[in-house]
């Protein structure tokens, strides 16, 4: 768990150029709560960052607060996130004002590639400002799903 005024991934957070690649691996049970904003439950990809996961699991993770973003995993500003043969389920993004992409959140051009991947189960719980329980993408983002499930 983490929790602040900001909380910028529970799980996992990397910043400004960086890369992480998973291979079989899990990340499961992360839980940010923040007072204001909360980004990502599991992981977060902040500013010209590359993610990959691949054969592996986003799995009950969440985000909290005033403002909600991406309860599995939050991509912002000229990220690319690649799922291959992955699993993002049982994430849950909820706040009292925006609140979006309860499985993944991708931002201002970022790009989101998933093939034979699935985003289930997942949930955005937010009173007003709500959007994509599944996957969310706004502001100049490509969404590219290849025999995956949402």
Same mark, same amino acid.
Request: with cysteine.
């Given at each position: ?18 890369s =992480?690649?998973? *291979? ?24 010209s960052?590359?993610?990959? =996961? ?28 690649? =799922?291959?043969?992955? *699993? ?8 009292? #004002?925006? #609140? ?19 985003? *289930? ?5 937010? =009173? ?11 502001n ?11």
């Amino acid at each position: 768990v983490a929790a602040g005024a900001y909380v910028r991934g529970a799980g996992i957070s990397i910043w400004s150029s960086s890369s =992480l690649a998973l *291979t079989a691996s899990i990340v499961a049970d992360c839980v940010s709560i923040a007072d204001e904003y909360g980004y990502a439950g599991g992981i977060l990809a902040w500013t010209s960052c590359d993610l990959e =996961l691949a054969n592996s699991a986003i799995i009950n993770c969440a985000v909290n607060g005033s403002s909600a973003f991406g309860g599995g995993a939050f991509c912002i500003d000229f990220c690319n996130v690649n =799922l291959y043969d992955s *699993t993002v389920k049982g994430c849950v993004a909820s706040g009292v #004002t925006i #609140t979006l992409g309860g499985g993944v959140g991708v931002r201002l051009e970022s790009n989101l590639t998933s093939t034979d991947s699935t985003i *289930t189960d997942c949930v955005v719980d937010g =009173l007003t400002d709500t959007f994509a329980g599944g996957v969310y993408g706004f502001n100049s983002v490509s969404l590219m799903l290849t025999n995956s499930v949402v």
